[in-house]
């Protein structure tokens, strides 16, 4: 079959242009003062388009004598002759286009249900304009947030942010941002960005909203100041993850600001931080961000214990937003049971894991990390990458120690003792057997890493998790 694409799309073009005195529609385009009458052709139209094939029906239609009138005052003259050349050719030259006109003709191509148009717009949008799209996210968001056609470019704008939020808050429109759209933001659940940063900018939004704030003498503000500021920032506090920021970070940062919080908010976050080994209760999901699914760690746990799996170190070690591992739960000793037999169908041969536990009475979080698989055989494995840890029981990032095989007693890193044993780390250094949540079930004593992680030499668990961690 032969195609002459070409040649049909300007021969149809130019009934556009010249073929004018067969016109059967007039469109009045744009707002006062910019407006232009536009002549069109209602079968051309009505074959192009689905908008005109509804508008330009006997039920909508406004025909004077036998010439169809209606107007369209919120597309732009500019921008209406592209769309109309594209319904009569096919064709659109975007390269003298400049960025707005481009947004402007999306929006109308949503409008006018032009969707082969609206995704040539966006993929060109996406191929050869990132960097304006990166510099303008929330320019480019108030333009396309409301529009189901401009999906492409939502989720574009979306992954950004997520990734790198500092596209978003560090902007300099970010203070001109609507409330509404702040809060579409910070409904997002997967943020990259430390929760206690979020409560910076949300400060820095809140303050630049009302102009007689100012941080620099925050005390000597009024009540009346932070009831001002409460009231302007009411729809965004309950999407902050207060229990994700550290007890020193909210000391510093939110405490300041506790007057603006819900008492039930305060109250929560409080107990959390001054009885750390109480389970908080149950938050909402947009409060969770970045969150995961356990009773024992919390995220800057995650990151550090992260950071000594790969070995790093000093100021390099891992943010949680950094973590290059997902923890996905396998077993808890309340959900699952305590019992040696659950530990080997839950989780042998799932790969890497980490098990963490706190000790009964003296509240100690501590575990270990296998860089190999469980096993209900019986024998030894060889590795120099399993390590155990303490988490201390306060809740504090200064009482978290890393204790790392021997080298020279690195073939008894790990041990497989059958299915009477659960995880066992060296011959002796921590050892689960039997019924886990019994006295005496579990020891601690130091053989083949090089130190011990607690001084409890045998107890049992109030609680037990293991975590397959997984390459994202």
């Not at 929330?138 to 999906?151: A, E, G, P, V």
């Not at 609507?178 to 997967?190: E, T």
């Not at 120099?384 to 201390?392: C, K, N, R, Y």
């Not at 921590?430 to 001084?455: A, H, R």
Request: aromatic letters at 12%; a negative charge; hydrophobic letters at 35%.
């Amino acid at each position: 079959m032969s195609k002459f694409w070409a040649s049909l799309s300007n021969d149809i073009l130019h009934i556009l242009t010249d073929g004018l005195e067969e016109y059967n529609v007039v469109i009045e385009v744009g707002d006062a003062p910019n407006t232009k009458i536009f002549h069109a052709h209602s079968i051309i139209l009505r074959a192009r388009s689905p908008y005109f094939r509804q508008a330009l029906s006997k039920n909508w239609a406004k025909k004077e004598g036998d010439i169809i009138k209606f107007s369209k005052p919120n597309i732009s003259p500019k921008v209406f002759e592209v769309i109309l050349k594209f319904i009569y050719s096919g064709n659109v030259d975007m390269m003298n286009k400049s960025m707005m006109e481009a947004l402007d003709l999306l929006i109308a191509t949503d409008e006018l249900l032009l969707t082969e148009l609206s995704d040539y717009v966006q993929e060109y949008l996406l191929h050869y304009e990132v960097g304006w799209l990166e510099d303008n996210l929330i320019t480019l968001w108030k333009k396309i947030n409301n529009y189901d056609s401009c999906r492409k470019l939502q989720e574009y704008c979306l992954s950004i942010i997520c990734k790198d939020p500092t596209y978003l808050f560090k902007s300099p429109d970010f203070l001109l941002l609507d409330s509404s759209l702040l809060v579409s933001f910070l409904k997002l659940d997967s943020l990259q960005i430390e929760e206690v940063q979020i409560w910076d900018y949300l400060i820095k939004w809140g303050m630049a909203q009302n102009e007689n704030l100012h941080i620099e003498d925050i005390s000597q503000w009024t009540k009346e100041d932070f009831e001002q500021l409460g009231m302007t920032l009411k729809e965004c506090i309950p999407l902050i993850g207060f229990l994700q920021i550290s007890s020193s970070d909210f000391y510093d940062k939110v405490w300041p600001f506790r007057d603006i919080l819900p008492k039930s908010t305060l109250e929560e976050v409080m107990k959390y931080h001054l009885k750390p080994m109480t389970p908080p209760k149950p938050v909402d999901k947009l409060a969770k961000r970045l969150q995961f699914d356990s009773c024992l760690l919390r995220p800057y746990h995650v990151a550090l214990l992260s950071s000594w799996i790969d070995r790093v170190e000093g100021q390099k070690r891992y943010l949680y937003e950094e973590n290059p591992y997902r923890f996905q739960l396998l077993l808890r000793g309340t959900r699952d049971g305590f019992d040696s037999n659950t530990f080997h169908e839950k989780c042998d041969d799932k790969g890497r894991t980490i098990v963490v536990m706190k000790i009964h009475r003296t509240n100690e979080i501590l575990g270990g990390y296998s860089p190999v698989v469980w096993s209900s055989k019986e024998g030894y494995w060889n590795t120099e990458d399993s390590f155990l840890f303490t988490l201390g029981n306060r809740g504090m990032i200064e009482d978290n120690r890393l204790c790392r095989v021997s080298r020279h007693r690195s073939c008894y890193a790990i041990r497989f003792s059958g299915k009477e044993y659960g995880p066992c780390f060296g011959d002796k250094d921590l050892c689960m057997k039997g019924k886990f949540d019994q006295e005496g079930s579990c020891s601690c004593q130091k053989d083949d890493y090089i130190d011990k992680v607690t001084d409890a030499g045998s107890f049992k668990v109030d609680e037990y998790e293991v975590f397959r961690i997984i390459k994202k």
